[in-house]
């Protein structure tokens, strides 16, 4: 569980979050929702210490995030809104089994992780291209890759379907849902729910860095109404 407790952030004394109160359970898929600059990605970064609260606190498994970084970033999976923000190495292949390596894992469980990581992005068999060499969309699946090659008991994705094309969305949209299904937490922020929101178990949206909706989909939709987000059809949530 990620559990984030009366968190609040100012940047240069101008608050951005402001007493964020959540939790997101094992196997929960939450959407992130709200216009641009309400605090979505401040309030992410804080899921695994890239920021600090100024009051409050970020627990991971129950863990404050404060007491041990290294536990935190092994179990929240990260994908930055800018996909350039996190790769390390040249070449898709090896950039996707970094994480895994530095895990100690064995050769046959990297490879087994990159593959599948690969294929859940619609990236299979580009193991060998060099990664400034591909477009912003391919180099967006390629960030999702590495953060699902490590297996992360919770992932937290800052949208990460900028630029992709519809395959490649749905793709990682039902890989998501099956790790979901499967226990891993989800939490996911974007300003559009098509598509998205009937797989969600969830939905909150910020504003002006406070929570304000926070529930099923189906009703949170009805309160979205001034928050910017774009909504889907009702029925299909
Ligand atoms: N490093 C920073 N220094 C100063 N101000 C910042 C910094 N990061 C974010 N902000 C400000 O905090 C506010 C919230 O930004 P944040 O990126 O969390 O919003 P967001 O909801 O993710 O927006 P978007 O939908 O555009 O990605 C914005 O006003 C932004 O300018």
Redesign the pocket.
């Known amino acids: 569980m990620i559990e984030f407790r009366s968190v609040s952030h100012a940047?240069?004394d101008?608050p951005?979050l402001e007493d964020v109160s959540l939790s997101i359970d094992a196997g929960e898929f939450v959407l992130l929702a709200?216009?641009?600059?309400?605090?979505?990605?401040?309030?992410l970064r804080h899921s695994n210490g890239l920021l600090e609260p100024d009051a409050g606190e970020v627990l991971v498994d129950g863990t404050p995030v404060a007491e041990d970084l290294i536990a935190a970033r092994s179990s929240v999976g990260m994908v930055f809104?800018h996909p350039r923000d996190q790769f390390v190495a040249a070449t898709v292949g090896a950039d996707v089994a970094f994480g895994p390596e530095n895990l100690g894992l064995d050769r046959a469980e990297i490879d087994r992780r990159v593959a599948a990581a690969l294929e859940a992005v619609n990236m299979a068999g580009h193991e060998d291209e060099r990664i400034d060499a591909l477009s912003g969309g391919e180099q967006s699946r390629v960030a999702i890759a590495g953060a699902l090659a490590m297996e992360p008991t919770h992932l937290v994705l800052?949208?990460p379907f900028t630029g992709l094309d519809e395959p490649a969305r749905r793709s990682v949209l039902e890989r998501l849902a099956s790790l979901s299904a499967d226990g891993t937490g989800v939490l996911l922020?974007t300003?559009d729910l098509r598509d998205v929101c009937e797989l969600a178990d969830r939905v909150i949206a910020?504003h002006d860095?406070r929570v304000a909706v926070d529930g099923p989909p189906a009703d949170a939709l009805d309160e979205l109404d001034g928050l910017e987000v774009r909504v889907p059809d009702t029925t299909r949530c």
């Not at 709200?34 to 309030?43: D, E, P």
């Open positions: 940047f240069d101008v951005v709200g216009a641009n600059g309400s605090g979505k990605t401040t309030l809104q800052d949208e922020a300003h910020m860095g």
